[in-house]
Nanobody, 115 residues
C-alpha cells in the first residue's frame, strides 16, 4: 500500500546532470527522514543524502557541493539534483522514507555516468 516510485535515472556524460524524483503514496504518517542510498557493483550500499523532517540535510562527503536533496511535502516527493556527475557516481539509486515503524523503499533507478 505504501509505494515509492522513482524516476529520472539514465545515462549521462561526466559533468552532466540528472534529477531523481521519488513520489511516495499511502499512509506513512510520522516521517523521520527521507533520502537516497546507492549501490554500485562490488561496493556496499551507501547513504548519499538525507533530509530530516525539520529540514536538516546530510550528504555523503564525496557528493557534497554537487548533489542537493530537497522535498515537496505537498506532493510527498523527494528529489536528488545531481550535478557535475562523475563515473564513480554510477550506481543504482534507491530512495527511502523512514519512520519509527519501518523503512519504505523505492524500486531503484539506474544512474550511469560514462563517456
Amino acid at each position: 500500500q505504501v509505494q515509492l516510485v522513482e524516476s529520472g535515472g539514465g545515462l549521462v556524460q561526466p559533468g552532466g546532470s540528472l534529477r531523481l524524483s521519488c513520489k511516495a503514496s499511502g499512509n506513512i504518517f510520522r516521517i523521520n527522514s527521507m533520502g537516497w542510498y546507492r549501490q554500485a557493483p562490488g561496493k556496499q550500499r551507501e547513504l548519499v543524502a538525507a533530509i530530516a523532517s525539520a529540514g536538516s540535510t546530510n550528504y555523503l562527503d564525496s557528493v557534497k557541493g554537487r548533489f542537493t536533496i530537497s522535498r515537496d511535502n505537498a506532493k510527498n516527493t523527494v528529489y536528488l539534483q545531481m550535478n557535475s556527475l562523475k563515473p564513480e557516481d554510477t550506481a543504482v539509486y534507491y530512495c527511502y522514507v523512514r519512520n519509527l515503524r519501518s523503512d519504505y523503499w523505492g524500486q531503484g533507478t539506474q544512474v550511469t555516468v560514462s563517456s
